[in-house]
């Protein structure tokens, strides 16, 4: 006889979710929390993450009820570890006896030790090799294919949740809207009348060079009447003013120390996001901007976003296929097919 799933058996009254990694990575598991929530209605939800992801809970409400800040281990990069917080950390996970400890950070290779430590009474997640079907775990083996927010929903369907759909979501607030017009960035930027070039990315060997997305963006503002907006944060503004010292015409330089969330809504008005490989393709993807994005090191099939046709995926290591970039933005904004395109399983890349 066939065990029923976790979820169903145990109907945790409150859940603890490892995912202790950057905004793309984040976002590309909003669908699996989006299910889960659907699966257990009243349970109370808490992210252990970065301690910069108390906005990403913030913005998430009806998915995630409350955020931990995760103090790092020695075999995880994302952060230094904390070590004066650690004790502190696992004792008070241990001491409030969570329903169950959600792995959503990989394969488990060192996540699994780190959310075993939660103290929960059920624990879910990847794991190398061989299924686990214990009374109190199960972990399943950790998939190598599908994009990572089809990874990520697999797992929890698994449990027992019914998906509530792939697509990532960005929400956007008052708030956001408030502080983008306080700044000033976009008072003279009517929505439809501009393209963003996003041309940062937190690792910089990731990043285009700042000549190519010149080139792509002067190309693009005389043929569409498009007024050309280079975003990044105030530690991007060295590579927003490398472009524009590329440019022909005179971008917005947007660069400046405003938040994701107002970023964001500077980018829903816009005609088409241009980028790197990076967490904005994945706000764009949420926000259902089209996007053109260049991809030189990290895995395409599991890092692209979903629509393939909305937001195009284009792998240029050696930055020499400016052309195509261009080809892909021009059918983007003129509403057109491509003409030509490689395809990886069922999806375009190009």
């Known amino acids: 006889m066939l065990r029923r799933p976790l979820l169903h058996r145990t109907a945790p009254a409150s859940v603890i979710v490892f995912r202790a990694l950057q905004l793309g990575d984040m976002l590309c598991a909003v669908p699996a929390l989006r299910a889960l929530r659907r699966a257990l209605p009243q349970a109370r939800i808490a992210l252990a993450g970065l301690p ?145 070039i996003h041309p940062g990315a937190r690792q910089r060997d990731k990043c285009w060079p700042p000549r190519h997305f010149a080139e792509v963006g002067d190309r693009l503002a005389a043929e569409f009447g498009l007024k050309v907006v280079l975003t990044g944060s105030a530690q991007e503004a060295d590579l927003t003013a490398a472009v524009a010292s590329h440019m022909r015409t005179t971008p917005v330089d947007a660069a400046a120390p405003i938040s994701i969330g107002a970023m964001a809504v500077l980018m829903r008005d816009a005609r088409l996001l241009l980028c790197n490989d990076t967490g904005v393709s994945h706000i764009a993807a949420g926000l259902r901007l089209k996007s053109v994005v260049i991809f030189s090191k990290a895995d395409i099939a599991r890092w692209a976003p979903l629509d393939r046709h909305t937001h195009r995926c284009i792998w240029d290591p050696a930055a020499e296929r400016a052309a195509v970039v261009l080809h892909h933005a021009r059918a983007l904004l003129a509403g057109t097919a491509p003409s030509r395109q490689r395809t990886v399983g069922m999806w375009p890349y190009w």
């Open 52 to 196: 910069w992801a108390r906005q990403f809970t913030a913005r998430f409400p009806g998915y995630v009820d409350e955020f931990i800040a995760f103090p790092g281990h020695p075999l995880l990069p994302e952060q230094p570890v904390h070590h004066a917080e650690l004790a502190d950390f696992y004792t008070g996970l241990c001491a409030r006896r969570f329903g169950m400890a959600l792995q959503l950070h990989g394969s488990g290779d060192v996540s699994n030790d780190i959310v075993s430590g939660f103290g929960a009474e059920t624990m879910a997640g990847f794991c190398r090799g061989d299924a686990v079907a214990r009374e109190r775990t199960v972990l399943f083996p950790y998939p190598e294919t599908g994009t990572e927010p089809e990874r990520l929903l697999g797992l929890v369907e698994q449990l027992g949740a019914e998906a509530a759909g792939v697509h990532l979501e960005f929400p956007l607030s008052r708030q956001d809207e408030d502080e983008l017009a306080a700044s000033g960035v976009a008072r003279e930027l009517e929505p439809g009348s501009y393209l963003c």
